[in-house]
């Protein structure tokens, strides 16, 4: 079964540093997103790729947050300055022309 | 925006059949999925629907979809205490971004 690869599981960071979250999308798929999911609540969007741009996002993710697709392969997710509220698990996904939408492990991001 | 509904909680005994309801808003859904969550882990993918179909078999699992009501149920046959975890309805459409509902907790007990 395809699959969607995240690294690292797990990252604890300082309030205020930047962060980078790594995708190894399904190849072949042309949508990428990212997700965030605060511990015990909703699965949030934050944002879409395609076509090697943001496609659409949300008003969770402002200037602190970055996407890029550097090699072609992997697909980024950059936190400038952590907050502590960003703390959350953050899942990677992707949809291909099958319309089957695949979500990986995740990254638990915690702040202190 | 869209919305998915879903119950926060269902309780049922090992053995049992669950049945998992979800509601949504967009008209132009074209895909409806259901996710399980177990805990400190990702989102498996379970099965999905397409808008089109109003029913869909996967050996324990079915899938029921009204469309004119816009009313997704996920049953699990012979419920087993692995099946415990969080379920998620999702729905995607013209925007190509699936919306995710709150999640059902299913506890299953002996």
């Known amino acids: 079964e395809p699959e969607v690869t995240q690294t690292p599981s797990h990252q604890v960071t300082q309030m205020g540093q930047e962060v980078i979250l790594r995708c190894v999308p399904i190849?072949?798929?042309?949508?990428f997103y990212w997700y965030r999911q605060i511990l015990g609540q909703k699965v949030e969007f934050l944002v879409s790729f395609y076509n090697n741009e943001i496609s659409e996002k949300s008003e969770i993710f402002d200037d602190q947050f970055s996407v890029e697709r550097p090699d072609g392969s992997n697909f980024t997710l950059k936190i400038r300055s952590t907050k502590l509220e960003d703390s959350a698990m953050y899942f990677c996904a992707t949809l291909g022309g099958n319309t089957e939408a695949f979500f990986g492990q995740g990254t638990r991001l915690t702040v202190v | 925006g869209e919305d998915v509904e879903q119950s926060l909680f269902l309780s049922v005994r090992e053995g049992d059949s669950s049945v998992i309801n979800c509601t949504y808003t967009?008209?132009?859904?074209?895909?409806l999925y259901w996710y399980k969550q177990e805990p400190g882990a990702g989102l498996q993918l379970l099965t999905y629907i397409f808008s089109n179909m109003d029913m869909k078999q996967d050996q324990r699992l079915t899938v029921l979809l009204n469309k004119k009501d816009k009313h997704l149920s996920l049953r699990i046959a012979d419920t087993q205490t692995g099946d415990s975890a969080i379920y998620f309805c999702?729905?995607?459409?013209?925007?190509?971004?699936?919306?995710f509902g709150r999640g059902t907790s299913l506890i299953v007990h002996p």
């Open positions: 967009d008209s132009s859904s074209t895909y």
């Open positions: 999702a729905e995607i459409g013209g925007s190509y971004i699936p919306t």
């Open positions: 190849s072949n798929h042309l949508y």
